[in-house]
């Protein structure tokens, strides 16, 4: 029992350290993320808009995933911020790609039209998928 709890002591501090590192990143990715898109996904959620919650829950998991992958093979601390912000990047170009495709794509979403919603939202998680694998190697 001291073996599991001397490696409980031991792995503690780096697990509290990276994983409040990839939370922070998370939180900050989606900060800028949503005073970057034109519309106000957090107003419009709030005022029961299915669209934007549909939008920001992609960019959520989208984003969540390749900061779990850096996460799981990082060496230190600057792996996370660095590929957290490269992931943050690739939100937003693939929202401004989608943006060009669907036309009025901020307004579709901002009158709770859940197709383009579904496929941003899609593409979103698509982009994190591919981002996290990119990280993994």
Request: no cysteine; hydrophobic share 60%.
């Amino acid at each position: 029992m001291t073996a599991v709890f001397d490696s409980l002591m031991t792995g503690l501090p780096f697990f509290l350290l990276h994983s409040s590192v990839t939370f922070l990143m998370l939180g900050a990715g989606l900060f800028i993320y949503v005073r970057i898109t034109p519309f106000d996904e957090l107003a419009l959620i709030r005022s029961k808009n299915n669209a934007a919650a549909i939008t920001l829950g992609g960019a959520i998991v989208g984003f969540a995933i390749p900061l779990a992958a850096s996460l799981k093979t990082s060496l230190n601390l600057w792996d996370i911020v660095i590929w957290g912000f490269v992931t943050l990047v690739l939100m937003l170009i693939s929202y401004r790609i989608i943006d060009i495709l669907v036309r009025d794509l901020a307004e579709r979403v901002e009158a709770n039209e859940l197709g383009p919603a579904v496929l941003l939202a899609s593409i979103k998680v698509a982009v994190g998928l591919i981002a996290a694998a990119s990280v993994a190697g």
